[in-house]
């Protein structure tokens, strides 16, 4: 009855299904690529420990801690404003919303699930990412959606620490955003907000 027979038995199917669907979507992509609308873009995130992010629970007792690492199960909570350049008096044109929790065994790794509301480029709603986040490594998180301007975006963010010493912490955020056909005809309608 262990779980990892489970795992093997799942492991088969996962890659049947996915391997057929991956080809599929490349050459859907190259199909319809000069039609796409895309957005690229940076932001700057910057977290203040006890102000804009908060540690709730804290983690296990495991391997050694460090100023970068925290205990496995950690739950932080943050919501961080995001700004046009890495300095944190410039203009802040969007907000980082949601959870981490430690789920590397070396305390280096977070599971993250997070909604942008974003304003830049005459867009403005927000959009939905999870992933692993690396404390010190650059990481790349999937586009799982979004809301008004960005409805249906799919795509991915990268994140990678600008500046990790003192009480706020910078992060770079790049944008990869892809809107899929069927978004660009949504977007059309007047009653699209206008900035
Ligand atoms: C944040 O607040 C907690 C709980 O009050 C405290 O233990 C911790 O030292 C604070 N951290 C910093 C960096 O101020
Ligand atoms: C950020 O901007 C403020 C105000 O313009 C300035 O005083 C400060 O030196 C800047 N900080 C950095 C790290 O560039």
Do not use: C
């Not at 779980?3 to 038995?9: D, E, M």
């Not at 496995?72 to 802040?92: A, E």
């Amino acid at each position: 009855m262990s779980p990892f027979l489970h795992f093997y038995i799942i492991l088969p199917i996962i890659l049947l299904v996915l391997l057929p669907l991956d080809a599929t979507s490349h050459h859907h992509h190259h199909h319809n690529h000069h039609a796409l609308k895309s957005l690229h873009f940076s932001l700057f995130q910057h977290e203040t420990i006890n102000k804009t992010g908060y540690l709730i629970v804290n983690g296990v007792a495991g391997p050694s801690v460090s100023q970068t690492t925290t205990p496995f199960g950690t739950l932080f909570v943050f919501q961080d404003p995001l700004t046009l350049k890495p300095n944190y008096t410039s203009k802040v044109v969007g907000t980082a919303q949601g959870t981490s929790i430690t789920s590397g065994l070396d305390g280096l790794q977070s599971t993250s699930i997070a909604s942008i509301a974003l304003n830049v480029k005459m867009h403005k709603g927000s959009i939905s990412i999870v992933g692993v986040t690396h404390n010190t490594k650059p990481a790349s998180h999937p586009v799982v959606g979004g809301t008004n301007d960005f409805l249906f975006v799919q795509g991915y963010v990268t994140s990678s620490p600008v500046n990790l010493v003192g009480l706020t912490v910078t992060y770079k955020i790049e944008f990869h955003l892809y809107w899929p056909p069927y978004a660009s005809s949504k977007s059309k309608p007047s009653s699209r907000t206008k900035f």
